[in-house]
Structure formats: structure tokens, C-alpha cells
């Protein structure tokens, strides 16, 4: 994981995320490892036609049910998400992973991250943007259009080939919500690819453990939303997965560095 500035390691406004910071009496968070997620894997392999996010169109389409649209939004570490993505592959499943082409955590400009969005994409996988808005405050989104602009061009770039999805980080700009399209990208958050969602946020299920709710799907259309940032080969709490990953990417820092990583990483995560 490359380097990061302590210019970029910035406090953010989690003032309109209140409502995912509150605990349901559903929540569950009892099994975070590979293990689960092949269950998950096996589960919606049998149970749903799986499309990735660009795929939104046919999924809308087609007169087959139930649907599910496979999402993963990389926010803190790329490396991560290839045991998920080497997962998928071995059910023969085709998800859509978003990575950050401005994130302070990782730099998908670097050789290693380079070869991780390569082997994404030769297992079928596809790789979109998630999209955060250098200037997240409210009211402060005159840009939005230009910056997500931008960034869907520096990701092209980066992987050789068009970027037709995205997701928002920790999403505040209502407007944007209403369309299915936004810069050429099908919308993840989009109204009708948010009928029925499950996710993972935080390191909980808020609607409660997901494998029983995907043996008897309820809606003609899912969208899952995995995080690969919690899982592991062993359980841990998302507070322990957290220090998890602060202690592999400080080894040998720095102090500040360590603490400037620590501090942004905690508040990026809502920890």
C-alpha cells in the first residue's frame, strides 16, 4: 500500500450519515470470514440471476426472477478484495468491484494495485468507480459533475478500458440519486436498483444475517452490497478487522504516519 500525505488525511462530515450509524434489534454481524462468504456465494448462485452493475439495463429487463445486482465498494484496501474476487470466480460468479481512483488509503496508480485491477478483470469481474467528492460538506457539491467527470476519467485510464458504473462514498447528493445514468455510468444508488438492498456497512448486516433472507428472496430484484474490507480468513469485529488492517499498513512507519493512517482510517470507516 503506497504512501499517504497527512495533507490528505482530512476529517470529514459524517453529519447526514446519522441514520447508518444507528443500530437496528435486527443487526447481525456474527461471521465475517471467507467461510461465510462462500455460503453467501453458493446461496445466490442457486437462488438469483447474478449481473453486475453495468449490466443494470438487462437486469431491469429481463422477465427472469429474482435478479441480483453483486456489488463491492473498495474503500480502504485493494488487496482485499482479490480473496473475494478469486471466491466469486470458483462459482463461477461475475461481480462489479469499485475502487477509488483518488482514495488516501490506496493508489491505483502503483505496480502491485495495477496487477490486482488486472486480475479483477481477467477473472470476468468488473471494475467501476466509487466516486468521493473531494469537498463532501453540505452544500458544497457545485462541482459534482466535473469532479465525477474526472475521476471516471483518471479510472479509464488506469484500467484501458471504458468505466461504466459507479457508487458514491457515503452518498449525500440527493439529486443524483434520481437517475440511472449519471456521466455515461449506470448509478448503483439509482431508485430502481434500490428496491430491495442488503449491505454489509460498517461491518453489520442492519437488516439482519443475509443468508436466510437470500434462500427466499422476497423482491423480483436484489442489489448486495459487500464490503471486502471486514472479511477474512477468521471472524473479527469490524473494530478488531479495523486495527487489523491499521497494524499490517504502519509496520515500520513512521509515528506520525501511524497516527495520521490510524486517525483517518477510523473516521473514514465511522469507527
Not at 488506469?158 to 455515461?184: A, D, E, N, W
Not at 497494524?247 to 515500520?252: K, S
Request: glycine fraction near 4%; charge should be neutral.
Amino acid at each position: 500500500m503506497s504512501p499517504i500525505a497527512e495533507k490528505n488525511m482530512q476529517v470529514h462530515n459524517f453529519t447526514n450519515n446519522d441514520r447508518e450509524r444507528q443500530r437496528s434489534p435486527e443487526e447481525w454481524s456474527e461471521n465475517f470470514t471467507y467461510a461465510y462468504f462462500r455460503k453467501i456465494c453458493q446461496v445466490t448462485k442457486s437462488n438469483f440471476e447474478i449481473y453486475r452493475v453495468f449490466e443494470a439495463a438487462l437486469a431491469l429487463n429481463s422477465s427472469k426472477t429474482p435478479k441480483l445486482i453483486l456489488r463491492h465498494d473498495v474503500d480502504v484496501s485493494l488487496e482485499r478484495a482479490l480473496p473475494m474476487a478469486a471466491i466469486e470466480h470458483d462459482y463461477k460468479i461475475a461481480s462489479t468491484y469499485l475502487v477509488n481512483p483518488n482514495c488516501q488509503f490506496y493508489d491505483l496508480q502503483d505496480p502491485v494495485s495495477r496487477r490486482i485491477l488486472q486480475e479483477l478483470l481477467s477473472m470476468g469481474h468488473e471494475v467501476g468507480l466509487h466516486f468521493d467528492h473531494p469537498c463532501r460538506e453540505q452544500g458544497k457539491f457545485l462541482s459534482y459533475e466535473r469532479e465525477i467527470h474526472l475521476a471516471k476519467g483518471k479510472l479509464a485510464a488506469i484500467i484501458g478500458r471504458p468505466v461504466l458504473s459507479f457508487s458514491t462514498h457515503r452518498p449525500q447528493y440527493q439529486p443524483l440519486y434520481s437517475q440511472l445514468m449519471v456521466q455515461g455510468m449506470v448509478n448503483s444508488y439509482a431508485p430502481k436498483l434500490m428496491q430491495w438492498y442488503l449491505s454489509d456497512s460498517l461491518g453489520r448486516w442492519r437488516e439482519g444475517e443475509p443468508l436466510p433472507k437470500l434462500r427466499q428472496p422476497a423482491n423480483p430484484l436484489l442489489q448486495l452490497l459487500i464490503h471486502p474490507i471486514w472479511w477474512g480468513e477468521v471472524h473479527l469485529s469490524a473494530v478488531d478487522r479495523k486495527n487489523e488492517l491499521v497494524e499490517y499498513c504502519i509496520r515500520g512507519r513512521d509515528p506520525r504516519y501511524q497516527e495520521a493512517f490510524h486517525r483517518a482510517l477510523t473516521l473514514d470507516l465511522g469507527l
